[in-house]
């Protein structure tokens, strides 16, 4: 100030409130940033994530007889031959297997297109064989080839064949891992939550519980993947890989959140509540059971939900205990080898292949409007039910 | 037996037997009412009272029979421990009907035991911390048995030589662990920088100028960031980031490698925002509004109050959010894995490729080494003095928040 005093009043107030002006345009400047980044973001995840809901289909003809049986990629005229998925011809045994009246017929189907022939239509790539082109060109201008939904992406496990790889066995994983959150954190956190803000005595050891609680909040992700590694998996000898020692991880990751969000739930419920209830003769445990408790469900309920949102998308710590394995059959128990949504999106993102690009942005949508939703029935659960008092 | 079908004969008898016992001793509470004593607790409290003994110790048994399995002890067949289980639930339910009587406090000794269970469930978290200091500090004390603390700590090669059999040696590699540090810091580095005033001027702007239905509308906005998964980040690094700044760099004459330092920690900085802003948010609340007033009533504009007055109010709570931020960007793994390279390189050119100790502890612990070879112990000690530094930042940031909470109480 002591430049402002050479001026006079006028100028002096003139320049103070230019930099008035100038300190809020520079708020509004960082919330504006933060908000372009998150446009950007979104816009960049969904041009480059929307071509793979849909794959490149042809119409041809397959026949089936002794030979293509043992050929399967002779069951489509030699010059479309390329242009199909392999997935496809995999499936000719079983089919006659399953149908043994295909024998000796043909049939005109809709084929899913190789990655490469995928890629090319849709303007990715121009790395396809001359005359393939030709045949592709030719093939549409007679109205045989067009767009299909990639229901594949949702309904099929993981593939080393971009075109039949799929979601699948991830879905199935993610939710094996989160029910063992769910039915581990989600008892601990609470009565720990209730211990501490109901029972628990002012004391040092309280203190030292409290933050403790804290700080495992802020632990780095990746060493709770080496807890798991030495004690579930070297020690306790939970199967690598499995959605167990996956889940066990990241209850131990989601434990204080639901706790935070537990403690704060509870501190809401006004005492009145509690001594009303003593005063007609309840126990301080019925108090909390029968008054605390249900008044405080929707908290709960919203932290637990923005808790398992959280470890749904968590990746770090499963990469070390083995959850990126190669996995294209849905596991069908607790202890079997599996993957999740986060490190199926992790593991299409090594992948050489140009076309697994787009599929790792299209997970990468599905897995974001799954914790949209998530969070959303969260804050509309809170806004629903959460009493102001 | 299967494990899944032992489990199920156990909890398929005990649920039914629970049943059973809370009949039992809900019954004898009844019957002596009606006989005329004045029972202490309600009938149906006599009822969990004598479950609650029939069924802990056939609990107790179960627990302590599958950890010694688990441990890989000597345990006698799972028929043999059932019926063993079974024997204890009966002796439990024999004692506890016994004891049901007009003086029986069953609801105390209920509640007693709702207290305790809680108070075991608080303890999970301590295990927690201390199963992640036990499972770090063994392998990473196992470490440094074969390479010097000193070596690790000022030496700038960090070469390990792949050893894919236990027990082979790697005579030739080195462990300075330097060159992974600089990596790391310099990503934080760039992170903080874009955190740290971004999210707090949007704090501010948030607390002090935005009118209620413009906070509404950001608040959820920025939280939005923070709900992103970090794999998610790390693919936008990678794949839209890094080339960005390959591009800008060629512009201005620039070399930049595709796995340069500064779109990891560019993107790590966006995703750090939400963690400031909120934090900074409540803390720039929490001042009390006495002071804002006192200030304008001076004639100092808002500008002023808030550089002048609030901010240097509220700045141990800014420090300790940032100290929060700083230990988050250190102990991502996510954005660095896919994003920054995996070679350590000394170096303060964040256009330059460099590796973090994260992207290493990664690197160790997914290949096909031996679990004894000391690139993947050396993962822990990596982890150990990731964890030591962690802890203190976050120590430091709690304790700060918590005084600064009380002081404006």
């Known amino acids: ?389 | 037996m299967e494990t899944s079908q032992i489990l199920l004969v156990f909890f398929g008898g005990l649920v039914p037997m629970a049943a059973v016992a809370f009949a039992l001793g809900r019954r004898k509470a009844l019957l002596s009412d009606a006989a005329g004593s004045r029972m202490h607790s309600l009938p149906a409290q006599y009822g969990v009272y004598v479950a609650t003994w029939m069924a802990l110790p056939a609990l107790a048994i179960g627990i302590v029979a599958a950890s010694a399995a688990l441990l890989g002890l000597q345990v006698p067949s799972a028929p043999f421990v059932l019926s063993f289980a079974l024997f204890g639930a009966a002796v439990g339910l024999m004692i506890a009907l016994r004891k049901v009587e007009p003086t029986l406090r069953a609801r105390n000794a209920i509640e007693k035991f709702v207290y305790w269970t809680l108070f075991a469930a608080s303890l999970v978290s301590i295990l927690t911390t201390f199963g992640i200091i036990i499972s770090i500090l063994f392998e990473a004390l196992k470490f440094f048995s074969q390479v010097s603390v000193w070596d690790f700590v000022t030496g700038t090669n960090w070469s390990p030589v792949a050893t894919f059999r236990p027990g082979q040696q790697a005579a030739d590699s080195q462990f300075g662990s330097v060159p992974l540090f600089a990596g790391t810091f310099m990503i934080t580095l760039v992170a903080m920088s874009v955190a740290i005033p971004v999210g707090l001027l949007s704090a501010i702007y948030m607390s002090e100028y935005a009118s209620y239905r413009v906070r509404t509308l950001a608040k959820p906005m920025l939280e939005i960031l923070a709900g992103i998964p970090t794999v998610v980040y790390g693919f936008f690094a990678a794949i839209t980031v890094s080339p960005l700044v390959v591009e800008v760099a060629n512009f201005f004459g620039l070399h930049a490698s595709y796995t340069n330092a500064l779109a990891p920690g560019l993107v790590m900085g966006i995703m750090i925002i939400p963690f400031i802003s909120s934090l900074s948010d409540d803390v720039i609340n929490s001042i009390p509004n006495s002071l804002r007033e006192g200030a304008y009533a001076l004639g100092a504009t808002k500008s002023e109050t808030i550089k002048q007055i609030i901010l240097p109010a509220a700045f141990p709570g800014i420090m300790a959010a940032a100290l929060l931020g700083v230990s988050r960007a250190l102990g991502e793994t996510m954005i660095v894995v896919m994003a920054a390279g995996l070679r350590p390189n000394l170096t303060w050119n964040p256009l330059e490729d460099m590796t973090t100790v994260t992207v290493r502890i990664v690197d160790a612990l997914t290949g096909d080494q031996a679990f004894d070879s000391p690139e993947t112990l050396a993962a822990f000690a990596l982890g150990l003095v990731l964890f030591v530094v962690t802890l203190t930042l976050n120590l430091i940031s709690i304790i700060v928040i918590r005084k600064f909470r009380q002081s404006y109480e």
């Open chain 1, 1 to 389: 100030m002591s430049q402002g005093i050479t001026l006079s009043p006028s100028r002096q107030l003139k320049k103070r409130y230019r930099a008035e002006k100038r300190f809020k345009a520079y708020c509004i400047g960082a919330l504006v940033l933060a908000m372009a980044f998150l446009v950007l973001f979104f816009t960049d995840m969904i041009r480059q994530g929307y071509s793979a809901f849909v794959q490149t289909e042809i119409e041809v003809e397959v026949t089936y007889n002794e030979d293509t049986v043992k050929f399967t990629n002779e069951s489509v005229r030699e010059e479309v031959s390329p242009l199909i998925s392999r997935a496809f011809y995999r499936t000719i045994p079983r089919r006659v297997d399953a149908n043994p009246e295909l024998m000796g017929t043909t049939e005109t189907r809709w084929l899913t297109a190789t990655a490469h022939v995928d890629q090319y239509r849709k303007g990715y790539s121009d790395r396809l064989d001359p005359e393939l082109k030709a045949t592709l060109d030719r093939l549409d201008s007679e109205g045989r080839v067009s767009y299909g939904f990639n229901s594949g992406l949702f309904f099929s496990g993981d593939s080393k064949i971009p075109s039949n790889a799929g979601l699948w066995s991830a879905f199935v994983g993610s939710f094996y891992v989160m029910i063992v959150v769910l039915l581990v954190s989600f008892p601990i956190g609470v009565a720990t939550a209730i211990y501490l803000e109901e029972f628990a005595p002012d004391n040092r050891f309280t203190q030292g519980i409290e933050i403790n609680i804290n700080n495992l909040a802020a632990v780095p992700s990746i060493l709770f993947g080496l807890l798991g590694l030495a004690i579930f998996i070297n020690f306790f000898g939970v199967p690598r890989s499995s959605a167990l020692a996956g889940g066990l991880t990241l209850s131990l990751m989601t434990l204080p959140v639901i706790i935070i969000s537990t403690r704060a739930a509870l501190k809401a419920v006004p005492q009145n509540i509690r001594q009303g209830a003593q005063a007609v003769g309840a126990s301080r445990w019925q108090a909390i059971r029968d008054h605390v408790l249900p008044l405080s469900l929707p908290g709960i309920l919203t932290g637990t939900i923005i808790g398992i949102a959280q470890a749904m998308g968590e990746t770090a710590p499963l990469l070390l205990i083995g959850m990126i394995a190669y996995i294209p059959d849905a596991p069908t128990s607790m202890t079997e080898a599996a993957t999740v949504l986060p490190a199926q999106i992790f593991t299409w993102s090594g992948m050489p292949e140009g076309a697994y690009v787009s599929l790792t942005a299209a997970g990468i949508l599905v897995l974001l409007s799954l914790l949209i939703t998530l969070n959303a029935t969260a804050v509309i659960l809170r806004n629903r039910f959460e009493r102001r008092w």
